[in-house]
């Protein structure tokens, strides 16, 4: 039986509960989301470091940035042919967040997602009467009581949806080192429910369904029956994604994801000042011992000292998306290890939902 159930946010629609999660630099880009988008899915563009390949970037990050945000907007919209929801996810700890957030409402992104930290001034740069639906990326209770308590007292408003990110979930993580090492002894799904209670108080406050979508360690359809009977409204799955043709990553990037081990694995710390899961290679072996060189800044995190960080993300993440695997960070979720050949977004879609 295939899954007969829409994803509504506002007055917003997708045909399937399933978002396609943000992975950058440059792994969800137009061709991905907009594959997705066609899919009747929710198509999510990262915006982190997006104008990497945009003539002009190693001198003015900031400006193909933002013409890349424009650009990869417009392109899958017009691939997704009126079907889906096409948005962006944004990294709070990005130095631009504030450009970048405006940029895709101009843009005409659906929808705007934006975790890393937690966004607290995001309703300041998004009008409640504009079409963009915004959402935070939370981990916990607590997380998801002190935005919405802090967005209803600053800005009298409410999320339009929020996505719930567990810890086995890939790239940045909103867990302690300690949670992670003791993740098979959490009871995450209590967390789920919880969250879900809580955002109840401001549904009734502002007249309106916050939906819940569940994020991190999502596989298959089993996976998204299981969120779906905790009470969420839908699922978000990013890795899965990145084993499809239409992915923007090159061809050795998704193989490494197609070749990985379960125990390829680890948890990192990033430059970001947060873990992360990433898959092990050459580079996390050298960082390990001793921090690399960095000859060059890109102006990407608000909070970031070349000095002290052990590596420059933003060069980790591009040589990993454009086929340096070994040298690059390769972020991914905890379920790599069980992807294990290539497809096409439509091929994912049928699958996930029949």
Known sequence: MSINKQLKIGNLTAKLPIIQGGMGVGVSRSSLAGAVAKEGGVGIISTAQIGYDEEGFEKDQAACNNRAIHKHIKRAKELAQGNGL???NIMVALKHYAEHVKEAVAAGADVIISGAGLPMNLPELVSETCRTKIAPIVSSKRAAQLILKMWAHKYDRTADFLVVEGPKA?????????QLDEIDTMDYDEEIRQIIACKEEYEKRYGKKIPVIVAGGIFDRADIDHALELGADGVQIASRFVATEECDASEAYKQAYINAKEEDVQIIQSPVGMPGRALRNALIERVEKEKEPIKKCYNCLAKCNPGKVPYCITKALIDAV????????V???????????????HELMQELVS
């Open 86 to 88: 096409v948005g962006v």
């Open 170 to 178: 890939g790239g940045h993580l909103g867990f302690s080192r300690e």
């Open 322 to 329: 454009k086929g340096d695997v070994e040298n690059g960070l």
């Open 331 to 345: 972020f991914c979720g905890s379920n790599v290890g069980r992807i294990n050949q290539m497809m096409s977004v």
